[in-house]
């Protein structure tokens, strides 16, 4: 494994940029030099989040080399635990998080916490915001927790993402009155770690980090999907094409997991009929957007990226990769199937709910999943979180473009490192249109920050964008430091869409 790979951020890029992507207008266009992670500015930003008697929550994460049980199946990956996901941490919303990672992997590492607006030092992202944790190395993050809502924490290196790397981080409200019986976490990822290839075998088929000009590689007119399946075998190629968000990935993977858990071997939740249960989704995966319903209900979305929204019910939901949908649903009389289809591929994820004695049907794909599906750019907000109405005083505008042969994928035409940052300054509005000028979904996820739909005033840390598809959004400048702006498809942004929001001053 490389050092530094193309997914670790170069601060030479963003300390020789002096232009940025595209069109940059507006009142007050940014100038200085970029305020860096260890900057007075984000220092002192920290400190006044803290308060006097602020509660202290600490945590140890281990990544490691370990072995995992998939339905009576031992694979070995990297993860936090001997079980996926890894531990589960939780604070309540205004406390101190501490918490110390041993690296005992034989490669460097780093740990982001997606979607928490914190201090940019604390970020995670390797030769952004931090050097990366050596093998044998100890890193120590410590940040105030600001917003509650669901989030997840991962690495942040290379592709570790796509092993066992990852895990829920739930900040509670403490004022929220939890009119609720129950409390379930759901974790999606799809899975191929020790099954006959690593992520990185498949980033080498795809032709990431190939020699020459533009990242040619030796692919020839290979399409997408066409990986191999377990022990090596051939899966044959998928067309992977989804009706919601056309092309849906370019990796096929042999296990889809929920909670941990294969549709074999499933996650149970147990409960009495007519309860009411919050259920967390999270999905983890790096290619894989998932397709969500729970058989014989329906469920009432109340959040999306830890913001509260318009209640609003549904059959189904679609979570593209690093989006999380909260729901609460009353729960029937049965044994009920808790399906994640993987959307445009085979394969799907499943976890059971029981509220009785009893067996599965043999055909669980609920019905659910072919009625109404919600999208997160389908909510409102809840009108006590919208951003205030103001004049942006910058617009960045940001198109998403790449090719398969060669594998590059790219911001403007340009693929990371080789991008300008989007400069701007503290305490402005900033609008920035995103344009999906691709054949397939992009689910872009910025650092850092909340921002929100120009359209709705949703408000979304990682927003799915569909093929030749436009979104704007807008986001205030509050938080100082160099924050990434990446699809959250792991083999894209390995492939180079991603650059910086670079904070002048």
């Given amino acids: 494994m490389a050092e530094l790979g193309r ?13 940025v992507l595209m069109a940059c ?16 500015a984000v220092r002192r930003l920290e400190q006044q ?107 942040h290196s290379g592709l570790q993402l796509d092993r066992g790397l990852y895990g829920a981080l739930i900040i509670d409200d403490p004022n929220e009155p939890g009119d609720y019986d129950h409390d379930w976490i759901v974790v999606l990822d799809d899975w191929l770690d020790g099954t006959g290839r690593t992520p990185d075998d498949v980033a080498r088929d795809l032709g990431i980090g190939a020699t020459g000009e533009g990242g040619d590689a030796p692919m020839g007119g290979m399409n997408h999907g ?97 989006e999380r949908v909260d729901v609460l649903v009353t729960l029937g009389d049965g044994v009920f199937p808790l399906f994640a289809q993987a959307e445009g591929k085979t394969g799907h994820g499943q976890a059971l709910v029981r509220t009785a004695a009893g067996a599965l049907p043999a055909q669980s794909r609920p019905g659910e999943l072919d009625r109404q599906v919600l ?4 909510l409102a907000p809840r009108e006590y979180v919208r951003l205030a109405e103001k004049e942006h005083d910058v617009y960045h505008s ?8 060669p594998y590059r994928w790219t911001l403007n035409g340009r693929a990371h490192p080789d991008i300008p940052p989007l400069n701007v300054n503290e305490g402005q509005r900033v609008r920035m249109r995103m344009r999906n000028m691709s054949d397939m979904f992009h689910p872009m996820h910025l650092h850092g920050h909340t921002f929100a739909l120009t359209d709705t005033g949703l408000r979304k840390d990682t927003v799915t964008i569909g093929p030749m598809r436009t979104v704007e959004i807008e986001f205030d400048t509050d938080n100082p430091g160099q924050w990434a702006l990446h699809c959250h498809n792991a083999y894209h942004q390995e492939a180079g869409m991603m650059t910086t929001v670079s904070y002048l001053a």
């Fill in 7 to 19: 997914r670790s951020f170069l601060l030479g890029s963003i300390l020789a940029g002096a232009g």
């Fill in 25 to 40: 207008s507006g009142s007050g266009s940014p100038t200085g030099a970029p305020v860096q992670a260890s900057s007075t």
């Fill in 49 to 155: 989040r803290r308060i006097p008697g602020q509660q202290v929550v600490s945590a140890r994460l281990t990544p490691r080399p370990v072995q995992v049980d998939l339905g009576g199946r031992i694979v070995s990956t990297w993860g936090y635990d001997d079980t996926l996901p890894g531990p589960l941490i939780r604070a309540r919303a205004g406390d101190l998080l501490r918490v110390e990672v041993a690296n005992q992997l034989p490669a460097q590492t780093s740990v982001h916490w997606h979607g928490l607006a914190l201090s940019n030092d604390m970020d995670g992202v390797p030769g952004l915001t931090q050097d990366p944790i050596a093998a044998g190395a100890r890193f120590d993050y410590e940040f105030t927790v600001p917003d509650s809502g669901t989030y997840f924490y991962h690495s």
């Fill in 226 to 322: 066409a990986m191999g399946g377990m022990d090596g075998m051939d899966m044959g190629e998928e067309s992977m094409l989804s009706p919601l968000l056309g092309g849906a990935g370019d990796v096929s993977y042999p296990l889809f997991l929920v909670g941990g858990r294969v549709p074999e071997d499933p996650m149970v939740f147990t409960a009495r009929p007519g309860q009411r249960a919050r259920i967390r989704f999270i999905n983890a995966g790096a290619d894989t957007a998932f397709r969500v319903a729970l058989g014989g209900h329906r469920m009432t979305v109340t959040h999306t990226d830890g913001f509260p929204v318009v209640p609003q019910d549904t059959d189904a939901l679609l979570l593209g990769m690093g």
């Fill in 375 to 378: 999208l997160g750019t389908d």
């Fill in 398 to 405: 940001v198109d998403m473009g790449g090719t398969m042969s």
